[in-house]
């Protein structure tokens, strides 16, 4: 499903547009590529970078990618983002998001990410967010089809507990949506 790996891991990337005027790591495979060159790939690593901005992203993956709406799999961990980017919500066929190793401090940026509808697993340990009460709960009911968060599945006890968590965080919420008339 993901194909060939993009790795643009430990280039020292300040900026993504940096990733135009570079050849990723070679892989296992050799990428595959399209008629006019474009990689064929919905994966893309920029780990273990200086990165802390995302702006280009779009016009970056234009140019590299054949498809690149339906990059899958985004490893951004071991950078130095503090803020969770909007231009992530572009990519709608997104499922696995690396932000481990990051510095991102409110759980709020989080909720960019709802509009994701199947992301499922996403990494955000070695941030500080990990150590705001209800992490986990908060990540659980933003993100309706996680799976897998910092490498360990939510459990349906998890599920069930957010759910009483979030009924007690908006008990008028809750009270509006159960009124029948």
């Known amino acids: 499903m993901f194909g060939s790996p993009v790795d643009f891991s430990f280039r020292e990337l300040n ?9 990723p790591n070679p892989g296992a495979r050799p990428l595959k590529r399209d008629s006019e060159q474009k990689i064929l790939s919905s994966t893309l ?19 590299l990618y054949a498809e690149p709406t339906r990059l899958a799999w985004l490893d951004l961990s071991f950078n130095e ?6 231009v992530l919500t572009q990519l709608k066929e997104l499922r696995l998001l690396y932000l481990h190793g990051n510095r991102v401090c409110k759980l709020s940026e989080v909720d960019k990410l ?13 941030n500080p967010i990990v150590t705001e009460r209800d992490y986990r709960a908060h990540l659980i009911s933003t993100l309706p089809h996680v799976k897998m968060i910092d490498f360990s599945a939510v459990t349906k006890q998890e599920r069930e507990l957010t759910s009483v968590w979030q009924r007690r965080r908006n008990p008028l919420k809750t009270m509006s949506h159960s009124k029948v008339d």
């Open 15 to 23: 900026t993504v547009s940096d990733m135009l005027s570079d050849e």
């Open 81 to 86: 983002f503090q803020h969770i980017h909007p």
């Open 45 to 63: 690593r920029l780990n273990n970078n200086f990165l802390s901005d995302l702006t280009g992203l779009m016009d970056t993956l234009s140019a």
């Open 114 to 126: 709802a509009t994701l509808p199947f992301l499922h697993t996403i990494t955000l340990h070695g």
